[in-house]
């Protein structure tokens, strides 16, 4: 509860519950992880607390093995929680979902279809309402959006590295998730193209401002993409270290932000919490 | 004259109407003792200039001249380590840092040869591992390994091919500082090829860009004005360091743009649907 | 547009043909005439050799033979006989040919005599239905069985009969092995408890297999007129083949990657559809890797299983020939031996064509 309050943000304190919650998304409450050894149980996570507005980007930078992957797993559903509660607009979550939408490191495609299957086949799922033409325009749309106009019918597996992450997120957009969760997406890629898919990502993200929670290890990355970067403690037992406000205006443009005043500023922040 | 010199140095691969020319009018001075970075992304030719350096390929045009001679092999005295740390797998820590300091020291005894393998083991702190093998190892540990086997080869100049890609954020930081403690001691000539461009400036003199292929070139050069020993965390209070790096992003962020070239304007519509889900 | 034609000469596994295609649009002349040498050269020089060998090992062997027919003559029989053997062979008498490997010049002239008889034999069949078409007409309206051809099967009949027999049997593997081992792939505790079943079965010898399939056809058919010899070497071509199937397919459905496993789960798939639009295409290239070793074995065991149940096809052809000792029975099993190989070979390529169409790592295979 320190943390939260250190996080002056004014649509988390409100004196009356109401207004506190409706604003919540994404509801992280005393989240516990174990994985019992049969050297005794080992707590990745512990007394994780971490409440998500509508709207927001969070990104989680913490070093390798501090357990970020697990919490981020175990909101998607697929890994269960120990102890405590996950809870999307006041309903806990129940198993993975398509109103949590998300991006994995690698992109994950079904290599045997084309683009255009690999979107169809969650806006299939979750617009069962939808006319074929209609499903259709839809992972058009979000394709396009991520500037593969011109791939709607290559196999997923002639596309780069790079191009095939962006079918992830638009994948991931077409289903217009809740919650969009982000596992290190861009990582394997080399710093120009992961330069081109954050700009991609964020692009999509200003039109349809849909709740983000990405884990990173790329400071720089962080600071462009976030509203708020949640620094978390090495494991075993790991939680929520520091949290960090970026103030830059939205939309974000990369130069601007690297001459801003407060860039390095941020940055150094980010950089002394990681390396000590 | 150049320790290393690449003078106009084109490679095509291919001939007639299939010839694709990776790299194009290559020109690269490294001094002795120096350490230069060249920050290359996926796709941009920056294998095949290593594989050029390194011998394992001859230039189409152009000459590459290693203290005023034509590379035309590989050699002892150009050590390379690769991203995939080539270790061979059915060898222990120990033996595969023995087959390269045989290969390379024939006619020394055989006390001298296990002192120098020992020594190299020590330098990168894996004598605890010695008796290991490739699979018992992390990541972090066998890149280790392969560095010192690199060095044990006594090379004049280090070559790197992305050596730290594939490592995680905290092991790629302790191994940058290895390296350059290393490269320090006996100030050997190195040349290290990096997609981070914070890794480039955190251990290069100098940095230059290598434009995406095909038709790969290099970019103009980013000096490095920074003191060593430098110190990550104080380096970012460093005006010259936010100058230096806020140049050189700016120039890959204008490549960038130049290779995104979206012509299609097809404009799709959404249609308005509200997602069902299913619980 | 010959692009288009080397991309399908390279995809049905004729890439020799490459350099030739290339070498007559004037491209790099020298580059294609040693690619050439190597992929068509070498290739027939090498042929060649191995015909040389081979005669020069069946003149060796012939002339042992021969040496020993006549010192056996005249040690029985004395001098006048052992004269009498000597000319005999030299005039190339039929019954007193040394009788070991055969030429390849023998063995051509029996290739062409087995063509020849197939001619006669369909010219029969021809005739024969011919002649009993009105009458089996009129039999069929009594509703009588008509009349068939019960001749001696050609060399060629053999070969279908046996092609026919090995796909019956490649089918029959499919059906069993794929769905069980889908299901068996899907459930970690079906794998653990029917594995130990998998295990010994597999390395069971097609012998066995047969006189287990004989048991059970044979009480089977007992009442019916199927022909029960086909149906007992196709059931155990299928069951001796289908395991590389089985385990491929199980193999293939459980190391699905974990990441388009959880794809799969954010999207909830329901069952039906996580079966046929996740798991089977990402197992596919595994399952036609067992199924391409099933066709190969499925050929292999089908000789084996003819020859020792005498149904007909070409392994009965070979046992019989061998049994026959005719003059020319050497040489006809030699003919079989190289059809037999090259069948399979044939049926290996058109898996591995198959295969590479449906594989959509487009740049492996064998």
Avoid at chain 1, 119 to 126: A, E, F, H, N, P
Avoid at chain 2, 79 to 99: C, D, R
């Amino acid at each position: 509860m320190a943390l939260l309050s250190k996080n002056k943000r004014p649509d988390i304190i409100t004196e009356n519950g109401i207004e506190y919650t409706s604003k919540v998304m994404l509801d992280l409450q005393d989240l516990k992880k174990v994985y019992p050894t049969p050297k005794g149980d080992y707590v990745v996570l512990e007394h994780l607390n971490l409440q998500i507005m509508k709207e927001e980007f969070v990104t989680i930078i913490g070093h390798s093995g501090c357990g970020k992957t697990t919490m981020l797993s175990m909101i998607a559903g697929l890994n269960p929680i120990s102890d405590g509660r996950i809870s999307v607009l006041s309903n806990p979550i129940k198993g993975p979902g398509p109103d949590r939408g998300v991006i994995f490191q690698s992109p994950s495609l079904m290599p045997w279809l084309t683009t255009l299957e690999n979107v169809m086949l969650g806006v299939r799922q979750v617009f069962p309402q939808a006319k074929k033409k209609q499903r259709e325009d839809i992972c058009k749309y979000y394709l396009s959006k991520v500037g593969l106009e011109g791939s709607f019918y290559k196999k997923a597996s002639e596309l780069s590295q790079g191009m095939q992450q962006r079918v992830g997120i638009a994948r991931a957009f077409a289903i217009k998730p809740k919650v969009l969760l982000l596992d290190e997406p861009f990582g394997m890629l080399d710093s120009l193209t992961r330069g081109e898919l954050q700009d991609v990502l964020i692009e999509i993200w200003n039109k349809e401002k849909i709740t983000a929670v990405m884990i990173t290890h790329d400071v720089d990355e962080a600071i462009f993409l976030a509203d708020r970067v949640v620094m978390m403690t090495s494991g075993p037992r790991a939680k929520i270290g520091d949290i960090l406000d970026i103030e830059f205006k939205r939309p974000r443009s990369r130069k601007a932000i690297i001459e801003h005043n407060d860039y390095y500023k941020y940055r150094k922040h980010l950089i002394d919490f990681l390396e000590h | 004259m150049a320790y290393l010199e690449l003078n106009n140095v084109n490679k095509t691969y291919g001939k007639g109407a299939n010839a694709t020319e990776v790299l194009s009018n290559i020109n690269l001075h490294i001094e002795e003792g120096e350490f230069v970075a060249i920050v290359g992304f996926s796709g941009s030719g920056k294998t095949t200039l290593v594989n050029l350096i390194n011998g394992l390929l001859q230039p189409t045009s152009g000459e590459v001249l290693f203290k005023g001679n034509p590379i035309v092999d590989t050699s002892h005295e150009r050590g390379v380590i690769f991203q995939n740390y080539s270790l061979l797998p059915w060898l222990t820590v120990y033996q595969n840092i023995s087959v390269a300091v045989k290969e390379t020291f024939p006619k020394e005894s055989k006390q001298f040869r296990d002192e120098r393998v020992k020594e190299y083991i020590e330098m990168v702190s894996l004598t605890p591992a010695i008796n290991k093998r490739p699979k018992e190892l992390s990541g972090g540990m066998r890149q280790r390994v392969s560095i010192a086997r690199a060095l044990a080869m006594d090379p004049e100049m280090i070559i790197m091919d992305e050596p730290l890609g594939a490592l995680d954020a905290l092991t790629r930081g302790n191994l940058q500082d290895e390296i350059l403690n290393i490269w320090n001691k006996d100030k050997r000539t190195a040349l290290l090829i990096t997609n981070d461009v914070d890794e480039g400036i955190y251990m290069a003199d100098r940095i230059i860009p290598l434009r995406p292929g095909p038709n790969a070139t290099l970019g103009p050069e980013f000096k490095i004005n920074i003191e060593r020993p430098r110190d990550k965390t104080s380096l970012n209070d460093d005006p010259e360091f936010k100058k230096t790096r806020n140049g050189i992003i700016e120039y890959l962020m204008e490549i960038g743009e130049e290779r995104s070239t979206s012509t299609d304007e097809t404009e799709y519509v959404l249609p308005d649907l509200e997602p069902k889900y299913f619980d | 547009m010959s692009d288009k034609l080397i991309k399908i000469v390279r995809f049905i596994g004729l890439g020799f043909l490459e350099p030739i295609i290339r070498l007559s649009r004037g491209e790099e002349t020298k580059k294609n005439l040693t690619e050439i040498l190597k992929k068509i050269v070498a290739p027939l020089a090498s042929t060649l050799l191995f015909i040389l060998l081979w005669q020069s090992g069946a003149t060796a062997l012939y002339n042992t033979e021969a040496e020993y027919r006549i010192e056996k003559a005249f040690k029985d029989q004395g001098q006048k006989a052992a004269d009498e053997m000597t000319a005999c062979i030299e005039s190339g008498e039929v019954n007193c040919q040394p009788n070991t490997l055969p030429s390849p010049s023998q063995v051509k002239a029996s290739f062409n005599s087995l063509l020849k008889d197939h001619k006669t034999i369909s010219a029969d069949k021809k005739a024969f239905k011919e002649k009993t078409a009105d009458l089996n007409k009129k039999r069929i309206a009594e509703g009588k069985d008509p009349i068939v051809y019960t001749g001696r099967p050609s060399f060629v009949d053999q070969i279908i009969t046996s092609i026919k027999t090995v796909f019956a049997g490649f089918l029959l593997a499919i059906f069993i092995a794929v769905p069980i081992g889908v299901v068996i792939g899907l459930s970690e505790t079906l794998r653990s408890s029917i594995n130990w079943l998998i295990q010994i079965f597999k390395p069971v010898s097609p012998v066995v297999w047969l006189l287990l399939v004989f048991m059970i056809v044979k009480t089977l058919t007992k009442d019916s007129d199927a022909d029960s010899s086909f149906i007992i070497s196709f059931i155990s071509v299928g069951l001796c083949s289908m395991w590389a199937t089985l385990v491929n397919t199980v193999m293939g459905v459980s190391t699905v990657d974990k990441d388009i496993l959880n794809v799969a789960k954010v999207l909830k798939l329901g069952p039906f559809q996580k079966v046929f639009k996740v798991i089977l295409p990402s197992s596919l290239p595994l399952i036609f890797t067992g199924l391409r070793i099933t066709l190969s074995v499925a050929w292999m065991v089908l000789i084996a299983i003819e020859l020792l149940a005498q149904s007909p096809g070409l392994g009965s052809f070979v046992w019989e020939e061998f049994q026959n000792g005719a003059n020319d029975s050497n040489s006809k099993i030699i003919v079989a031996m190289f059809v037999i190989g090259i069948i399979g070979f044939l049926l290996d390529r058109i898996m591995l064509t198959i295969q590479k169409f449906v594989s959509f790592n487009k740049n492996e295979g064998a």
